[in-house]
């Protein structure tokens, strides 16, 4: 109990319910017969109306708003890309925040995960709260939008507002990197615009950098760096693409030396390497457009039959 009970101000817990007789019922006071009597409360939407959280259109906008011109493009400020370009199975901004560990939340795909610390996790304790709050680069955030970004942290930084998916059997039905054919039960294949990557990548990356396609465990969580390498909106803004990149030319320009290994340069877009690669992900991202996802405008959900063979 002490992992999920939860009560604010103005409340009281106590352990009446649980362990009462369960064949008594509850003693009738004046409290009890007065409440029922009354109308319903009616609850009150936040600003941004009711119905589930939507990441991309609830919270995307703040950084839309007060981020993104410093955030965003071939080479953002502290290599921090909050815009809302697609990724792997999120946004930009969304991996990011995950993967540069901005929100504190729990990963609750593996399963059980113990008791939570009390104040461990939410808004609380999140490193992009402090930013926001401390008026970073002199950005004073409105309420409404400072409300938007706790209450999605608070959510455990949910990112769909849906169960539906739009690519069956796929990794969470959504991974746009991957197929099946006919949308039937078995392995998933790589996408061909994929598959072209993957040859480029192999031949210049893989040494320092490890497999870009696999679908290994921890593709979906921060565990896969390689999700937010490949800008599925605007290709030309790729990590893979601009990391090694010359500062000259817009790109990172990072050249330092991994495990005694020269990684390539690009003097500018024009290498032969930096444009096979671009027009690959250029693929992905006509891929992605034609099938879109459902954190996308047209996105069509597509049923998926389930049978795991258990019961849960």
Request: with cysteine; proline share 9%; glycine share 8%.
């Amino acid at each position: 109990m002490g992992s999920v009970t939860q009560i604010t101000t103005g409340e009281r817990v106590s352990c009446v319910g649980c362990h009462d007789n369960r064949m008594d019922a509850p003693p009738v006071s004046l409290h009890t017969s007065a409440r029922p009597a009354r109308e319903p409360d009616a609850i009150v939407p936040p600003p941004w109306g009711a119905g589930p959280f939507d990441y991309a259109k609830h919270v995307q906008p703040v950084w839309d708003r007060y981020c993104v011109s410093c955030h965003a493009g071939r080479s953002p400020a502290a290599r921090m890309d909050l815009s809302g370009d697609k990724t792997r199975f999120f946004n930009m901004s969304y991996d990011s925040l995950i993967a540069r560990n901005m929100v504190a939340y729990y990963f609750i795909n593996p399963g059980p995960t113990g008791v939570f610390p009390a104040r461990d996790s939410g808004s609380w304790v999140s490193r992009v709260t402090s930013l926001i709050e401390t008026n970073h680069q002199d950005v004073k955030m409105d309420a409404d939008s400072r409300r938007r970004v706790y209450a999605w942290i608070d959510s455990n930084v949910q990112y769909y507002p849906t169960w539906d998916m739009s690519r069956p059997h796929t990794m969470g039905g959504r991974d746009p990197w991957h197929f099946v054919p006919d949308n039937a039960w078995r392995a998933p294949q790589p996408e061909p615009w994929l598959t072209e990557l993957d040859g480029v990548y192999s031949q210049s990356c893989v040494a320092c950098h490890g497999t870009l396609s696999e679908s290994d465990k921890g593709a979906w969580s921060d565990a896969r760096p390689q999700n937010t390498w490949i800008n599925l909106t605007r290709p030309e803004f790729s990590r893979l693409l601009n990391a090694h990149l010359s500062k000259a030319a817009g790109g990172l320009g990072i050249d330092k030396p991994k495990e005694g290994r020269q990684p390539p340069a690009f003097a500018d877009t024009n290498a032969p390497v930096y444009q096979a690669m671009l027009q690959a992900i250029e693929k992905g991202r006509a891929s992605l457009t034609a099938r879109p996802r459902m954190d996308m405008p047209g996105g069509r959900a597509v049923p998926q039959d389930r049978n795991f063979g258990k019961v849960f």
